[in-house]
């Protein structure tokens, strides 16, 4: 079986501390955001220590994705390829389009649209979270805290819902996952779902 390389080692090291940092930045956010889910703070020592914690794995996370954003955003540009592919995703979901084949680079439009969407969202709860972080700025405008706690807390339900969507999307896209646990992908994976980069791949020459 052939096999194409998709991700370094340190590409997915970095993925998964991501992955790890989201987990406990988002669990211990939502035992925060309502009392129904304060047991959540169990998980992290109590409600004090959750407090404490929350911001540092929430600026660690970001800190972990910006490095990894830096090696993967130039393969997440738009381009004419992406608006293609936008065209025909209905017929691709609903089992219409027959060709079986979308044009894609390394990444298509909807993992762009994950990643861009990832880096908006991260920015402004990176702002916002400065903005009512108490135990370094106590002081503030109340009524900014206030709107950045509102737009913390929307950007973080739309950063949850993304990475669903890219979970949901990496299992059902069958010999997905492979790629960040191995760090390959099979010869006819690539052609299928990404037959631009798998022709690039295949024209690059050999070290």
């Not at 910006?66 to 936008?86: E, G, I, P, Q, Y």
């Not at 909807?110 to 108490?134: A, D, E, P, R, Y």
């Not at 299928?192 to 690039?200: D, G, I, V």
Request: include cysteine.
């Amino acid at each position: 079986m052939a096999l194409l390389q998709r991700y370094r080692d340190s590409q997915r090291i970095n993925h998964w501390i991501v992955v790890l940092l989201f987990l406990c930045a988002g669990l211990s956010g939502l035992a925060f955001f309502h009392p129904s889910l304060f047991f959540l703070t169990n998980l992290f020592g109590g409600g004090p220590w959750t407090r404490v914690l929350h911001p540092y794995m929430g600026l660690a996370m970001v800190l972990a994705f910006f490095f990894l954003a830096l090696k993967m955003w130039r393969d997440n540009l738009w381009t004419s390829v992406d608006s293609k592919w936008m065209r025909q995703s209905p017929g691709m979901i609903s089992g219409a389009h027959k060709e079986g084949v979308q044009p894609a680079h390394k990444y298509n439009a909807g993992q762009k649209i994950v990643f861009w969407v990832m880096v908006v969202s991260l920015l402004i709860l990176l702002v916002t979270g400065f903005m009512f972080w108490h135990a370094w700025f106590p002081d503030g405008n109340i009524l900014m805290r206030r709107i950045a706690v509102v737009l913390h807390s929307a950007s973080a339900a739309i950063l949850i819902l993304t990475i669903i969507i890219h979970v949901y999307a990496a299992i059902w896209v069958k010999g997905s996952f492979r790629a960040m646990t191995r760090g390959t992908v099979t010869d006819t994976w690539a052609a299928h779902h990404h037959p631009l980069w798998h022709k690039e791949m295949k024209e690059r020459p050999r070290a």
